[in-house]
């Protein structure tokens, strides 16, 4: 079982930054394909970015690209998110998940964490 858990969420002004960090323990998770997701009240759940294993492949919604990093430093065992010109629009609780199949993109996720959440205001 692999556990997951975020970090890094917090209040924040229109135009600042926040970088999340998910920390992954457990069976093979240092190796796995990661990814963000975030959830505002009354939407569905959104997908934001994804990061393969060894880092060297990076996919990004639309909504995102251009203000967010996805990055992963495997000798920490943690995957981040950094997160810029942030917007009131971006308020939601943020997870990080892990795909176990090697699929690129990963088409499914299977282990998640609690989600860590973020306020931005104008």
């Known amino acids: 079982q692999v556990r997951v858990a975020e970090s890094g969420g917090g209040l924040v002004q229109t135009g600042g930054s926040l970088r999340l960090s998910c920390a992954a323990s457990g069976g093979t998770a240092s190796t796995q394909n990661t990814g963000w997701f975030r959830q505002a009240p009354g939407k569905e759940r959104e997908f934001l970015a994804a990061?393969?294993?060894?880092?060297?492949?990076?996919h990004y919604a639309d909504s995102v690209k251009g203000r967010f990093t996805i990055s992963r430093d495997n000798a920490k065992n943690t995957v981040y998110l950094q997160m810029n010109s942030l917007k009131p629009e971006d308020t939601a609780r943020y997870y990080c998940?892990?795909?176990?199949?090697?699929?690129?993109?990963?088409?499914?996720?299977?282990?998640w964490g609690q989600g860590t959440q973020v306020i931005v205001s104008s």
């Open positions: 998940a892990v795909a176990v199949a090697p699929t690129w993109p990963p088409s499914v996720y299977d282990y």
């Open positions: 990061t393969s294993w060894l880092g060297a492949r990076a």
